[in-house]
């Protein structure tokens, strides 16, 4: 264990940025409480086989290290955690066995995908499993830079942030759907009097970043990240310059950082949409509280919808998870 002073976390990862996204969330959540020590630990699915039948066998696995050796890639720290943290489906087993082995408390962000829920301390999610141990917040965890993105400039250029990203979670983008989004985005900038921060993601593809380039006027571009091009990491600063926010909703937690910047969001749906039933409950959530409006890209473009900025009254989405922790880093608090 860490000292008394310290709190020792191990963050599993898979490498995915959504997912770290939601582990550093929580994180960063006790860190602001506690000293920690963040320990990242890459972990890499060797056999999906031997996976599949660890999540059948979990409550009777006696022995972690040979399920861990059989179904993972990876190499621990030395010491022992204080708490084990992770998100994504492919490290449900690996924070289970890892818990079992250093009899460490451990959390998880994200649906179980069948996986036992005793397994886990506390399981955050925005949509309810219906299990005590399941901490259920208004919004994801995110990194302390996404949750602190300070407030607008006064008098700063009109600026939209645009988060592009692509197929996946059950949504299709089509030749149609970009040029629908470009004509909506050039739509939105000529009535907002604005310029567009664009950024495109790994899941974009160059074929739909050539649509959007030839659909929108380079003057209509404040500053556009092509990803298949030159990645770069620029969402913090576009969220933090933007007056309001457009965002395609495959990503939850694309979506979940746009609503963190507390402007107005548009999330914007192709027409080929069929999110999972978690995935379609909390974004009707979201949209119900006010925080999105869903712009469905089939839809003839109509007058833009308007909508007050999000500045009070913001959920403290870090106090809660540190609420659902605590009784498990007794004596742990130094702040």
């Not at 082995?101 to 994200?110: E, F, K, L, M």
């Not at 250029?157 to 692509?166: F, K, M, N, Q, R």
């Not at 914007?268 to 712009?295: C, F, H, K, T, V």
Request: hydrophobic letters at 45%.
């Amino acid at each position: 264990m860490a000292g008394a002073n310290k709190l020792k976390l191990w963050l599993l990862t898979d490498g995915a940025p959504g997912h770290w996204s939601q582990s550093q969330g929580i994180a960063d959540a006790l860190a602001q409480a506690y000293e920690v020590e963040i320990l990242r630990v890459m972990l890499k699915v060797r056999s999906s086989l031997w996976k599949r039948l660890g999540r059948l066998c979990l409550p009777w696995i006696r022995n972690p290290a040979f399920w861990l050796a059989r179904v993972y890639d990876l190499k621990l720290p030395v010491g022992q955690p204080d708490l084990i943290i992770s998100s994504g489906a492919n490290t449900l087993l690996a924070n289970a066995l890892l818990a079992r082995q250093r009899q460490a408390p451990n959390t998880y962000s994200g649906t179980l995908k069948g996986y036992d829920a005793s397994a886990y301390r506390v399981i955050f999610t925005v949509v309810g499993l219906g299990v005590p141990n399941n901490c259920v917040l208004p919004l994801p965890p995110v990194p302390a830079d996404i949750f602190n993105v300070p407030a607008l400039t006064t008098g700063a250029e009109p600026l939209v942030a645009v988060l592009v990203g692509g197929d996946g979670a059950g949504y299709e983008f089509r030749e149609a759907d970009w040029q629908a989004m470009a004509a909506w985005l050039n739509a939105l900038a000529a009535e907002r009097g604005a310029r567009l921060l664009l950024t495109t993601s790994r899941r974009t593809g160059v074929d739909a970043e050539r649509l959007l380039k030839a659909a929108l006027p380079a003057d209509v571009l404040a500053q556009a990240v092509w990803w298949s091009e030159a990645p770069q990491p620029v969402v913090r600063d576009f969220l933090s310059r933007a007056s309001c926010v457009v965002v395609t909703e495959e990503s939850l937690t694309m979506v979940a950082e746009s609503i963190y910047a507390r402007r107005q969001v548009y999330t914007l749906m192709p027409r080929s949409a069929a999110p999972n039933d978690n995935d379609g409950r909390a974004l009707a959530a979201y949209a119900e509280a006010g925080l999105i409006q869903r712009i469905p890209l089939e839809q003839p473009i109509q007058a833009i919808p308007g909508g007050p900025e999000l500045a009070s009254g913001f959920p403290d989405v870090p106090q809660l998870i540190r609420s659902a922790l605590e009784s498990y880093l007794a004596g742990k608090q130094v702040s």
